[in-house]
């Protein structure tokens, strides 16, 4: 997702790749989606808007996690 030209980004193409890969994993019964290695403060802002919350767990990656 991170690979958009940044004329793209902002457009909500990741958010609706994110809904569809989410909507896999809740139909596999998965438990959660995790995103890691979240580098700077605009993908940490992606995920969060996304529902995505910091991973507490201790960790160097700076990962976050969906939870169904």
């Known amino acids: ?5 940044l004329s793209q980004l902002g457009r909500g ?3 609706r790749a994110l809904e569809k890969v ?5 139909g ?3 438990k959660a989606i ?6 700077d403060e605009e993908s940490e802002n992606f995920w ?12 160097r ?4 996690i969906l939870q169904f």
């Open 1 to 5: 997702m991170t690979t958009l030209p």
């Open 61 to 64: 990656s700076n990962n976050y």
């Open 28 to 30: 596999c019964n998965f």
């Open 34 to 39: 995790k995103a890691v290695q979240i580098s």
């Open 13 to 15: 193409f990741g958010a």
């Open 22 to 26: 989410a909507g896999l994993a809740r």
């Open 48 to 59: 969060k808007k996304n529902g995505f919350i910091k991973d507490l767990a201790p960790n």
